[in-house]
């Protein structure tokens, strides 16, 4: 059976993100939004959904339209809305180094007072909108993933999140989106300088803080990368 890098990839930043939320030994509700449908550009600094880099302001508008959303508590399904419940996500993530194109991981320099990442569940109201300052971002070949861990700084009140499920202010939140698909890569002087790319994520809260995933996160990196060379080597 062949292990493709981006698998290797996703398994691994999954991986790290439940280490992180399982290091407590304290007893902890979690709630977990799946997604899928998910349009990013990066234009070569920012990285936001395809539909407009302006957003922000709950407007569908200005948002990605999603195919699904699944909301998981404490690991069991609760409840699913599909793209004919007006679901949408808000993406800005602003100051991103270019990433070589040979591979790996950088980290923004921060959003600043701007949106991180809204979740839209209605036509008429807000989901889960999250103001996470700094995100990293992954390139490895032909696939990217982004990630972010931190407190939900910037919860909208009140939140429109459906099955009675709500992420409350300072809760610790991790964010992770892995792509499907690559396309209209830009590149200079071996830098990445641009891409458009669709994929699925998750976003993860709990009540307790845990520990930052980031180093996880690097480890977990770094691992893929030295994998995804051996493969080449062997090919």
């Known amino acids: 059976m062949t292990v493709r890098a ?43 959904d395809a539909t407009t880099i302006n957003g922000g302001d709950g407007d ?55 949106f991180g990442f809204d979740l839209l569940t209605s036509m008429n109201g807000w989901g ?19 990630a972010a861990t931190g407190l ?14 709500k992420i409350d202010e300072g809760e610790r939140i991790s964010i992770v989106v892995s792509s499907t698909s690559l396309s209209n890569v830009t590149t200079v002087a071996g830098k990445v300088t641009g891409f458009e790319t669709s994929g699925t994520g998750s976003v993860r809260g709990t009540a307790v803080p845990e520990p930052s995933t980031f180093v996880l996160l690097g480890l977990g990196a770094l691992g893929l990368f030295g994998y995804a060379r051996r493969t080449r080597c062997r090919g």
């Open 6 to 48: 981006r698998d290797v990839f996703v398994i691994l930043l999954f991986a790290s993100l439940s280490l992180a939320f399982t290091a407590s030994p304290a007893a902890a509700e979690t709630l977990e939004i799946q997604f899928t449908g998910l349009h990013l550009v990066y234009d070569g600094t920012d990285l936001y």
């Open 60 to 114: 569908p508008a200005d948002a990605d339209p999603l195919t699904s959303m699944l909301f998981l508590k404490d690991g069991v399904l609760v409840g699913t809305l599909t793209e004919n419940d007006n679901i949408f996500a808000d993406v800005l993530i602003q100051n991103i180094p270019n990433p070589p194109v040979s591979g790996g991981a950088v980290t923004s320099s921060g959003n600043g007072n701007s």
């Open 128 to 146: 889960l909108a999250l103001n996470l300052d700094k995100f990293q971002m992954f390139f490895a070949g032909p696939d990217i993933a982004i």
């Open 152 to 165: 939900a700084s910037g919860t909208r009140d009140p939140q429109n999140l459906p099955f009675d499920l």
